[in-house]
């Protein structure tokens, strides 16, 4: 029995390649226990978000890349981007501008900046890139992209004539936009954005109003920051021309979709879309028998584009049974029986804290999937 292992990252617990370890563990006890002979291919996933860098590596090769670079707060840390074999490179957005680099307490939209993503995008750029996918999931911002714009050489002017500062209190600011100074490799190089979000920029589902509360922005914050984005597009639409406002995705990352298409003719792409293509997983779901996925949550959210959902519609094109093994199951996560996914289970066996389940995660995961695939091989 060939059986392809393809999870996401269970965040805060396990990346996406130690979950496909777990699960494969899982499997192997299985497969001892029911004297089944299993071929097993992992394919770790994402979705753009944390740990897309890592997924892509192990899947397809390539190598990692050190740099430093300015945090949300603009703080100096290390950073890294992935290369892939064609000198693709491989940002994620988490690495430098990411909610996983604060403490909860840290969290401020108003002032955190997306600056350190454009340091990568340049150290990209550096060493010859002409082809960088960027993963903006998981974003500490909301500033509209300005702060990775502002690494790259374009300036953000007020009245005065002098540039504005970090984060989306700053955006009412602006006065006028000057691309005089924007890195001109930009122009011979193609941006891929992976995201799963279709928010556009401003309003009741805009970047502000549904990722600003986990940023920590207040109510009155919502509307400030939203306030500001659309004045950031009003800027944009009567200097260069182009509607941001309206675009579906333009609200990803706190607004970093509109600037990387406003600025860098980037395209967006379904992030589970993208890595499945860049894995060739289609490829390989062809010639299994089962296919086993799984992320932290699973629930409405992932029929949004989450990895799960990615995978069951692969593999229902080819009639493969999908189960899918998360750290919870909310609300709304029947309707993924709907999308082709065969069966769902969470890894909680017993009454516990969520602390405890996460510390588990590998443990809980093991073993879940040895009592699954105990009853698939005794079919």
Excluded: W
């Excluded at 071929?39 to 860098?53: F, H, L, N, S, Y």
């Excluded at 374009?154 to 984060?167: M, T, V």
């Excluded at 996560?333 to 066996?349: C, D, K, Q, R």
């Excluded at 809980?364 to 040895?370: A, N, R, S, V, Y």
């Amino acid at each position: 029995m060939k059986i392809i292992v393809a999870p996401d990252s269970f965040k805060g617990s396990l990346t996406s390649i130690q979950a496909a370890e777990a699960i494969e563990c899982g499997i192997k006890k299985a497969a001892l226990t029911c004297k089944e002979n299993v071929e097993i291919i992992k394919v770790p996933m994402a979705d753009g978000g944390e740990g897309t860098v890592e997924a892509i590596i192990s899947a397809i090769g390539g190598k990692i890349i050190q740099t430093k670079v300015l945090d949300p707060l603009g703080r100096k840390i290390d950073s890294f981007f992935g290369v892939l074999p064609d000198n693709t490179a491989v940002i994620e957005m988490a690495a430098a501008s990411g909610l996983n680099l604060l403490t909860v307490e840290e969290r401020n939209p108003m002032k955190t900046t997306s600056y350190g993503t454009g340091e990568l995008i340049k150290a990209a750029l550096d060493i010859g890139c002409k082809n960088i996918i960027i993963g903006i999931g998981g974003s500490a911002t909301n500033d509209g992209g300005v702060g990775m714009c502002q690494a790259l050489g374009i300036k953000f002017l007020d009245k005065e004539g002098k540039q504005i500062g970090f984060g989306g209190g700053e955006l009412y600011k602006i006065n006028k936009i000057d691309i005089s100074s924007l890195d001109s490799r930009i122009n011979d190089t193609i941006i891929t954005i992976a995201s799963d979000v279709k928010n556009t920029l401003c309003g009741p589902n805009g970047a502000s109003a549904i990722y600003g509360p986990q940023k920590g922005a207040t109510s009155e914050m919502v509307e400030i920051l939203d306030r500001n984005l659309k004045h950031f597009a009003t800027a944009i639409q009567k200097q260069f021309n182009k509607d941001v406002l309206n675009v579906p995705g333009s609200g990803a990352a706190g607004g970093l979709g509109a600037a990387l298409m406003a600025f860098f003719r980037a395209e967006l792409r379904l992030g589970i879309n993208l890595i499945m293509e860049l894995v060739k997983l289609e490829d390989k779901v062809k010639e299994a028998d089962i296919v086993i996925t799984g992320e932290g949550s699973t629930d409405y959210q992932t029929l949004y584009g989450k990895v799960p959902l990615g995978i069951a519609k692969v593999a229902r094109k080819h009639n493969k049974p999908v189960i899918c093994i998360s750290g919870s199951l909310g609300e709304g996560y029947e309707e993924l029986y709907n999308e082709g996914i065969e069966a769902l289970f969470s890894i909680v066996s017993r009454p516990m804290s969520l602390e405890e389940a996460m510390r588990m995660g590998d443990v809980l995961l093991e073993k879940i999937t040895t009592n699954v695939l105990n009853i698939c091989f005794m079919k």
